[in-house]
């Protein structure tokens, strides 16, 4: 036998005759027919059980009251328990077709079945037997023989055909004739006592029974009386008003009935509608919120009518949720449209998305949804952002470039103060790309997580690559609008197809800009590397960042070199160099220059903000611009060098302060020879010689020092050596030393040489008539004082000179002399003691100035004279020599000093 | 024919409470007969008891699941009174239904006047967690306020269905041995032990 059924559940657990219930448990019965049994709260409702599962089962309660159990039994399982109760509620008022009510009143529902097929009328009376007697064992075999034998008569006493002899066949034929007699005399003595009580009976009524003989008089007299006045038959009159009234009272109840339904339908109606009413109002509500921007709630309507009615059978219902999908579909369609509209924000974007992909999740699989597919909104949002983005670039760069386009001659009259066009669209590229790249990476990472991912895979491909595009364009347009020669320009418009429309000139304008843009652009790189974004991307940006930096240097450069060649104007003949004495304050002011510009450099361009390149990597193109740009400026200021040189003073001419024999003396030496000077004060007209010597001392010291002083600063910025640039420098600076050099020894030397041989031969002097001896020749003097001033003029500026001056003179000197000598034929005994005193005291004074040809050139002149001296002669010459010399000591001793 | 199981294993009285079609039938249903019914059938009151075996104990639990729906909202006074504890469902698909645990909640409190009645928050339907609603931290935070555990559930897959009736059983079970203790010692120390320990938590 199967276990006993069990129930657990019940729902509801309580209501009025007829609630509906769902009855859980166990065992409940293998299948509808192995159920044979149900009692709620004692009352039977197998009728309108309905057999579900073993587990459930559904039924309607019966007329019951009070709380009860559940008591199901089945074939295989027997009588059941039940661990939960239902209670009956019968105080309902239960209201009829035919009864009024002013309110709706929940009714019981019709109960159109049999309460309890088992409980049968039992109309069957029981009784006494008549004999007094007890009929047990007086089973009945064969009831049909004794029909046969008596066909129309019955044993029943209470019958018309009763028949003694068949009853007592019937109920007696097994009872002893002893017990028959008994029975009889029972039977007897009962027959008597109800005469006798009917006696009594009447004696005891007699009243009423005359009341009611009267009575039936009356009845009998009234029934004559209808018979004349209605026929023999008047009850066919009574049938025909019965009949009358019966369909009378149908048509009112079928007129009732009909009200009834009405009622019932109109109230199901309204109870539907006001249950419903969430319903009714979607389509209506849910436009009206799409259109009130509130998406989020036009979703949690959707879900929630979804999840109600998503399933309904109801035809209302059904024809109200197809107008709904259909609404949600125009709302999705409008949703589609609004997340792919820019500009707007991410999160306007992402709340949109959103929606719409749970708008879509929910209306996907019916087939309302086949009519619609947006694949991938938040895919589509970002395609959307990104061709914003593009257009916006383009746009920008249109509105500007066009500016510039129109306003070429305005922009002439234009306030130089005021940033040209291509800065202020660079700053506004920059902010567009440090506004819009975030939120499209934000928008893509939302996707990528999962956030705002429909049911398809995302294309991380195609993001990565849109975010490259994206900001390999804003690259472009930045160098398009940073391009500063014509060239680039050219060349970026056969790789991208723009230019910027640049009027003549404005390149230079532009540049001093280019450090501002720098700027603009670094800003944004600095809020893209806050983004995380893929390293590639930020390497495009650094890429151009780099280029532009060594630009911007490049430009700084560029215009220091300009400024530099501007340091004519600047040179003061001041000398202040502590360790190069004649060297003017010109190399510090490129120092200064230079030091100004590197701090341009450093702060504008070179020091690395975050994620960019050392721009000075040894080996690299930065360092090679370094050098190059370097190269050029010093070449430059070599240049200015010398321009100071020799175009500053073309209308003066060098002063020939040469005292000659010839002419007056020259005073004019004597004004600067008053010592030396710290200064050469501007406002003193500065002379020929000063600056020359001047700018020699600067060559000098460019070369021996400052270059590589300039170097050291560049170290000390932190670029490396720039041996190459201060090399080839020198190099320039030496061969300007030996322009200068030669110009000034042609300037000095050459009337000094010049003067020498007129005055020798000053009146009529010849070598070889005896003379007096035991001075020096006048002409030996000229050239002695003419070297003194020589000398003078280049110590006072700058003694390191020396050397370099005096050496030319000299050896051009004893050229001179050698070439004078020899042109002589004949010297007479005191001529040649003479010309040998003279050669020899040049020699002698100006030994540490003379070099080997120099040397030579003397021995050459001294050998000359002919014919030469014998010892007599010689022993005169070497007195006088010393006499001289002892003579000349104060005004020749400056050329002995060896390292003046 | 045993009627009423009189004295036996111990008896618990749960009730589901929240908003119309939030899953509390779904819940009942799917913990008594690990079924799970798709279709929305508002529920007036339904009552249900069975046998469980609790922590190797054997008890039984009656549970209660009322009506939702606000046509019903007046009778729930009566139904509150016999709860021991009670399983407070809303639906993390809608926020309204989140709302509305605060008025269960208030209502219980006043009904049973207990601050610590045995109470489990529960989000139900959290498989639909791609329509969520109502976000996860707010029902947390709810829950903390209110000092009672925030579970999430589904009727559907079943998660956590058996955890949020025996969790709220096991409080039942804890506050009757507790109340007995109290009630055979000194009786007036009860709130008093309570408030600390909930200053604790
Ligand atoms: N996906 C999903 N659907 C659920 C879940 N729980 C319930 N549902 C569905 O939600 C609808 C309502 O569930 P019910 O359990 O009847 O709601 P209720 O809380 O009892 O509602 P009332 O009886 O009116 O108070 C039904 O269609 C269920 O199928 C769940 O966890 N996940
Ligand atoms: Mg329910």
């Known amino acids: 036998m199967a276990p006993q059924p069990v129930v657990t559940g019940l729902s509801p657990k309580e209501g009025p005759p007829g609630t509906r219930v769902i009855i859980r448990g166990e065992f409940l019965g293998t299948e509808s027919i192995d159920l044979i049994g149900l009692k709620i709260c004692g009352s039977d409702c197998l009728l309108s059980a309905e057999w579900v599962s073993p587990n459930k089962i559904i039924a309607r309660t019966g007329p019951a009251k009070g709380l009860g159990d559940i008591i199901v039994t089945t074939r295989s399982g027997g009588e059941g328990t039940s661990s939960v109760q239902f209670r009956a509620i019968g105080n309902h008022e239960i209201i009829g077709p035919l009864k009024e009510s002013a309110v709706w009143i929940e009714e019981a529902p019709t109960q159109n079945f049999a309460w309890g097929r088992r409980t049968l009328v039992q109309s069957v009376l029981t009784q006494e037997d008549p004999l007094g007697l007890s009929t047990e064992g007086n089973e009945q075999k064969n009831v049909d023989n004794l029909r046969e034998l008596f066909p129309s008569s019955s044993g029943d006493l209470l019958q018309e055909n009763f028949s003694p002899a068949l009853f007592l066949l019937e109920k007696h034929s097994a009872t002893t004739f002893a017990d028959l007699k008994v029975g009889l005399k029972h039977l007897n003595r009962k027959v008597e006592s109800q005469k006798e009580g009917?006696?009594?009976?009447?004696?005891?009524?007699?009243?009423?029974?005359?009341?009611?003989?009267?009575?039936?008089?009356?009845?009998?007299?009234?029934?004559?009386?209808?018979?004349?006045?209605?026929?023999?038959?008047?009850?066919?009159?009574?049938?025909?008003?019965?009949?009358?009234?019966?369909?009378?009272?149908?048509?009112?109840?079928?007129?009732?009935?009909?009200?009834?339904?009405?009622?019932?339908?109109?109230?199901?109606?309204?109870?539907?509608?006001?249950?419903?009413?969430?319903?009714?109002?979607?389509?209506?509500?849910?436009?009206?919120?799409?259109?009130?921007?509130?998406?989020?709630?036009?979703?949690?309507?959707?879900?929630?009518?979804?999840?109600?009615?998503?399933?309904?059978?109801?035809?209302?219902?059904?024809?109200?949720?197809?107008?709904?999908?259909?609404?949600?579909?125009?709302?999705?369609?409008?949703?589609?449209?609004?997340?792919?509209?820019?500009?707007?924000?991410?999160?306007?974007?992402?709340?949109?998305?959103?929606?719409?992909?749970?708008?879509?999740?929910?209306?996907?699989?019916?087939?309302?949804?086949?009519?619609?597919?947006?694949?991938?909104?938040?895919?589509?949002?970002?395609?959307?952002?990104?061709?914003?983005?593009?257009?916006?670039?383009?746009?920008?760069?249109?509105?500007?470039?066009?500016?510039?386009?129109?306003?070429?001659?305005?922009?002439?009259?234009?306030?130089?103060?005021?940033?040209?066009?291509?800065?202020?669209?660079?700053?506004?590229?920059?902010?567009?790309?440090?506004?819009?790249?975030?939120?499209?990476?934000?928008?893509?990472?939302?996707?990528?997580?999962?956030?705002?991912?429909?049911?398809?895979?995302?294309?991380?491909?195609?993001?990565?690559?849109?975010?490259?595009?994206?900001?390999?364009?804003?690259?472009?347009?930045?160098?398009?609008?940073?391009?500063?020669?014509?060239?680039?320009?050219?060349?970026?418009?056969?790789?991208?197809?723009?230019?910027?429309?640049?009027?003549?000139?404005?390149?230079?304008?532009?540049?001093?800009?280019?450090?501002?843009?720098?700027?603009?652009?670094?800003?944004?790189?600095?809020?893209?590397?806050?983004?995380?974004?893929?390293?590639?991307?930020?390497?495009?940006?650094?890429?151009?960042?780099?280029?532009?930096?060594?630009?911007?240097?490049?430009?700084?450069?560029?215009?220091?070199?300009?400024?530099?060649?501007?340091?004519?104007?600047?040179?003061?003949?001041?000398?202040?160099?502590?360790?190069?004495?004649?060297?003017?304050?010109?190399?510090?002011?490129?120092?200064?220059?230079?030091?100004?510009?590197?701090?341009?450099?450093?702060?504008?361009?070179?020091?690395?903000?975050?994620?960019?390149?050392?721009?000075?990597?040894?080996?690299?193109?930065?360092?090679?611009?370094?050098?190059?740009?370097?190269?050029?400026?010093?070449?430059?200021?070599?240049?200015?060098?010398?321009?100071?040189?020799?175009?500053?003073?073309?209308?003066?001419?060098?002063?020939?302060?040469?005292?000659?024999?010839?002419?007056?003396?020259?005073?004019?030496?004597?004004g600067p020879a008053s010592g030396r000077f710290a200064s050469l004060s501007p406002s003193t007209a500065i002379t020929w010689e000063q600056r020359m010597l001047c700018c020699l001392a600067n060559c000098a010291y460019c070369n021996k020092s400052f270059f590589h002083r300039v170097g050291k600063l560049f170290e000390r910025y932190g670029y490396p050596l720039p041996s190459l640039a201060i090399e080839t420098a020198r190099y320039s600076v030496n061969k300007l030393f030996s322009n200068i050099l030669d110009a000034y020894v042609e300037h000095k030397g050459d009337p000094l040489v010049g003067t020498i041989e007129p005055s020798m031969y000053l009146g009529g002097f010849q070598w070889d008539i005896e003379m007096p001896i035991g001075n020096l020749r006048p002409y030996a003097h000229e050239c002695c004082d003419n070297l003194v001033a020589v000398y003078s003029e280049i110590y006072t500026i700058s003694p390191a000179l020396l050397r370099s001056i005096l050496e030319p003179i000299v050896l051009t000197i004893s050229e001179e002399l050698a070439r004078l000598m020899s042109c002589v034929p004949q010297f007479s005994y005191s001529g040649a003691i003479q010309a040998n005193v003279d050669i020899r005291l040049l020699r002698d004074t100006m030994r540490i100035y003379t070099n080997e040809t120099g040397r030579n050139y003397f021995l050459e002149a001294l050998e000359a004279i002919n014919p030469p001296l014998n010892a007599e002669q010689m022993k005169q010459a070497d007195e006088i020599l010393e006499h001289v010399k002892e003579r000349m000591k104060l005004q020749l001793m400056c050329f002995f000093v060896k390292e003046p | 024919m045993s009627k009423k199981p009189t004295a036996g294993p111990a008896l618990h009285k749960v009730i589901m409470v929240g908003s119309g079609g939030v899953g509390k039938s779904a819940?009942?249903?799917?913990?008594?007969?690990?079924?799970?019914?798709?279709?929305?059938?508002?529920?007036?009151?339904?009552?249900?008891?069975?046998?469980?075996?609790?922590?190797?104990?054997?008890?039984?639990?009656?549970?209660?699941?009322?009506?939702?729906?606000?046509?019903?909202?007046?009778?729930?006074?009566?139904?509150?009174?016999?709860?021991?504890?009670?399983?407070?469902?809303?639906?993390?698909?809608?926020?309204?239904?989140?709302?509305?645990?605060?008025?269960?909640?208030?209502?219980?409190?006043?009904?049973?006047?207990?601050?610590?009645?045995?109470?489990?928050?529960?989000?139900?339907?959290?498989?639909?967690?791609?329509?969520?609603?109502?976000?996860?931290?707010?029902?947390?935070?709810?829950?903390?306020?209110?000092?009672?555990?925030?579970?999430?559930?589904?009727?559907?897959?079943?998660?956590?269905?058996?955890?949020?009736?025996?969790?709220?059983?096991?409080?039942?079970?804890?506050?009757?041995?507790?109340?007995?203790?109290?009630?055979?010692?000194?009786?007036?120390?009860?709130?008093?032990?309570?408030?600390?320990?909930?200053?604790?938590?």
């Open chain 2, 27 to 201: 819940l009942t249903l799917q913990f008594m007969y690990d079924e799970f019914v798709e279709d929305y059938e508002p529920t007036k009151a339904d009552s249900y008891r069975k046998k469980v075996v609790l922590d190797g104990e054997e008890v039984q639990i009656d549970i209660l699941d009322t009506a939702g729906q606000e046509d019903y909202a007046a009778i729930r006074d009566n139904y509150f009174r016999s709860g021991e504890g009670f399983l407070c469902v809303f639906s993390i698909t809608d926020d309204e239904s989140f709302q509305a645990t605060q008025e269960f909640r208030e209502q219980i409190l006043r009904v049973k006047n207990d601050e610590s009645i045995p109470f489990l928050l529960v989000g139900n339907k959290c498989d639909l967690n791609g329509i969520r609603r109502v976000p996860l931290a707010e029902c947390q935070q709810r829950a903390q306020q209110w000092q009672v555990p925030y579970v999430e559930t589904s009727a559907k897959t079943r998660e956590n269905v058996d955890k949020v009736f025996f969790d709220l059983m096991r409080e039942i079970r804890s506050r009757k041995t507790e109340d007995s203790k109290a009630t055979s010692g000194r009786a007036k120390d009860r709130c008093k032990k309570r408030r600390l320990k909930c200053t604790h938590l």
């Open chain 1, 198 to 670: 009917q006696l009594s009976f009447l004696k005891s009524n007699a009243g009423s029974v005359i009341d009611q003989l009267d009575t039936m008089m009356n009845i009998r007299d009234k029934l004559l009386e209808d018979l004349n006045q209605y026929g023999p038959e008047p009850l066919n009159v009574l049938e025909q008003q019965i009949e009358n009234s019966i369909s009378k009272s149908e048509d009112i109840f079928t007129d009732v009935l009909v009200r009834k339904e009405k009622a019932d339908s109109t109230r199901a109606v309204l109870l539907a509608l006001s249950r419903h009413k969430f319903l009714f109002c979607l389509p209506n509500s849910v436009e009206k919120k799409a259109a009130a921007g509130e998406y989020d709630i036009v979703v949690n309507d959707y879900a929630r009518a979804k999840s109600r009615f998503g399933k309904t059978e109801i035809p209302i219902f059904r024809t109200v949720m197809e107008e709904v999908d259909h609404r949600i579909l125009q709302i999705r369609k409008q949703l589609h449209e609004k997340v792919i509209k820019m500009p707007q924000s991410v999160e306007q974007q992402r709340k949109l998305i959103k929606a719409l992909i749970s708008l879509e999740v929910q209306q996907s699989g019916s087939n309302i949804n086949d009519k619609l597919r947006n694949a991938d909104p938040a895919w589509d949002a970002i395609d959307a952002r990104a061709k914003y983005l593009e257009q916006t670039f383009k746009q920008t760069f249109e509105q500007y470039a066009s500016k510039d386009a129109q306003g070429a001659e305005k922009s002439k009259n234009r306030d130089p103060s005021q940033p040209p066009n291509r800065v202020a669209f660079c700053e506004e590229i920059c902010e567009i790309a440090a506004s819009q790249l975030p939120d499209l990476w934000r928008l893509g990472q939302m996707y990528f997580t999962g956030e705002l991912r429909g049911p398809n895979d995302p294309r991380p491909g195609d993001f990565k690559r849109m975010i490259l595009n994206a900001i390999e364009k804003f690259c472009i347009y930045l160098k398009i609008a940073m391009c500063t020669t014509d060239a680039e320009a050219r060349s970026l418009r056969q790789s991208v197809g723009l230019i910027w429309p640049i009027s003549h000139g404005s390149h230079d304008i532009f540049k001093a800009w280019l450090p501002q843009c720098l700027r603009y652009t670094r800003i944004t790189y600095a809020t893209l590397i806050s983004l995380d974004l893929p390293s590639s991307a930020l390497d495009i940006v650094q890429k151009f960042i780099d280029e532009t930096r060594l630009h911007c240097f490049s430009n700084i450069f560029e215009r220091a070199t300009q400024k530099c060649s501007k340091l004519t104007d600047l040179e003061t003949w001041e000398m202040g160099v502590e360790d190069f004495p004649g060297a003017t304050l010109l190399p510090q002011r490129l120092e200064d220059l230079l030091i100004e510009t590197l701090d341009e450099a450093q702060q504008a361009c070179i020091n690395p903000e975050i994620r960019e390149g050392n721009l000075l990597e040894t080996e690299s193109d930065g360092q090679r611009e370094v050098s190059l740009r370097l190269q050029k400026m010093l070449l430059c200021f070599c240049d200015v060098i010398q321009e100071l040189a020799f175009n500053s003073h073309k209308e003066e001419t060098p002063t020939h302060n040469v005292s000659q024999l010839l002419g007056y003396p020259n005073n004019q030496s004597s």
